[in-house]
């Protein structure tokens, strides 16, 4: 393997793809340049709640699966409110686990809180614009009486 590998081919080599995260699309779950994604090569097709990583256009995107259908999966981030539709040539791997700040292991796959978390967060889909716009206006209000001090 070569340093100009990419992700794909270190995955079809290897089985297994480690790096830290770049984007906020799966915040509150894991965070940007935090987190350690353990990445795995899928053994069958994806489920529902699985964290899918897939290529588009040469670009990875690690996003939840929320629907799973014959023909393609719908997928969307945990911090974003659209819907993408996936095919499964354009997936490379699932979440197998990730270290949150370099030191606690979550495991994806078998954790129970990890499982429980992603019905409710998938189930919260629906409100998820007020869930969001609420973090974002606290966030700003937080910034602003920052500023103030």
Known sequence: ????SSVREILEETGKYTSFTAGRSMWPLIHH???????????????KYDIALYE???????????????DHYIIIGDNCLRKEYVTDDMICGVLAGFYKNGKHYI???NGTLQKIYSRIWTGLYPIRPALLFMERAAAKIKRVLKGNN
């Open 107 to 109: 495991d994806c796959q």
């Open 1 to 4: 393997m070569n340093e100009n």
């Open 56 to 70: 588009d256009n040469g670009k990875y995107i690690l996003h939840r699966v929320i629907e799973v259908h014959p």
């Open 33 to 47: 340049q935090k987190d350690n994604i353990i990445v795995i090569k899928p053994k069958e097709r994806l489920k």
